[in-house]
């Protein structure tokens, strides 16, 4: 299910929308994450707090979405652009690839809840699409 | 048996006692066949699914998408038997429709879409919590009669 020319305008169209809001989405995201599929808190027992308004979750929420609002400009290339945070995933931190749909679609109800005007059903096939591939590219070194 | 909490119990009963089933449930089959067009295939005689519009407007996946919401009513109302509930629901979604499973979970992740938009900052990472335990039951259920 490739990015066509169309998914790859209305996602660079709507994350321009999302702009500032880019840090709380992600915080809100893995927050949700945490809570409606507690399995996720596995990966990170190293933190002191995983309760949705701790330094913890803000500052990792800030990462991720720091990094999937980089790959919306690496759309054209993204087993390429994601290939160092690949190697990250697939040797160091090992996070099992089912989680990244887990987190993905957390991504997706952050953004209906704070869009629901913008989040129209052709955004959401897009950003779906885009997160997908984004996931595929992420654990393209796994094995 | 699934056990609720009282959170869960009383999150599902709001959620549903302030629904528009009507709205809802159009603009979560509308969003699923959006989102997930090979969904379409169940939908061979509702004639015009062309394009995201036309999908919308279109009155046989308006009236469908309240029937599927107010299918989901029956497990509202009978929280602690669900499985016994949709028994014979299944038992058509198997072997009438012929329904792949796999399609329930697509639709009870756009309805959660559709409801966390009307809902907005109510629908809290609890509240989700809750509902979408409600709909892995209501999916557990649909699925038992598959053979």
Redesign the interface.
């Known amino acids: 299910m490739s990015l066509t020319a169309k998914d790859k305008a209305v996602v660079k169209a709507f994350w321009g929308k999302i702009g500032g809001k880019a840090d709380a989405i992600g915080q809100e995201a893995l ?2 994450m ?3 599929y507690p399995q996720t808190k596995t990966y990170f027992a190293h933190w002191p707090d995983l309760s ?1 308004g701790s330094e913890s979750v803000k500052k990792h929420g800030k990462t991720v979405i720091g990094a999937i609002t980089a790959a919306v400009e690496k759309m054209d290339d993204l087993i390429g652009g994601l290939s160092s945070l690949s190697d990250l995933h697939a040797f160091k931190l090992r996070v099992d690839p089912g989680n990244f749909k887990i987190l993905s ?1 957390n991504i ?2 952050a953004l ?2 704070n869009f ?1 005007g913008d ?4 955004v ?2 897009s950003v ?1 699409k885009f997160l997908a591939a984004l996931s595929a590219a992420l654990a393209d070194k796994y094995r | 048996m699934v056990e609720w909490t009282e959170f869960e119990r009383a999150t599902i009963q709001d959620i549903f006692s302030k629904m528009d089933y009507e709205s809802v449930g159009h603009n979560a089959l ?2 699923c066949l ?2 997930y067009p090979w969904t379409q295939r169940y939908f061979g005689k509702f004639g015009n699914l062309y394009n ?1 519009a036309a ?2 407007g279109n009155p046989l996946v308006a009236a469908h998408g309240a029937v599927v919401l107010h299918g989901l009513d029956k497990a509202v109302k009978n929280m602690d038997n669900i499985k016994a509930t949709y028994a014979e629901l299944s038992v058509l979604h198997s072997e009438k429709l012929h329904v792949d499973p796999d399609n329930f979970r697509l639709l009870a ?1 756009c309805l ?3 409801v ?6 109510g ?1 809290t ?2 509240v ?2 809750a509902f ?1 335990k409600f709909l892995a039951v209501v999916i557990s259920a649909l699925t038992k009669q598959y053979h």
């Not at chain 2, 966390?116 to 900052?121: D, E, K, Q």
């Open positions: 927050a949700r945490f809570i409606a949705p679609h997706l109800v209906a809840v629901p989040f129209t059903p052709e959401h096939v779906d | 509308t969003r959006v989102v995201a999908i919308a992740d959660t879409i559709v966390a938009g009307r809902l907005g900052n629908f990472a609890d989700q919590a979408q």
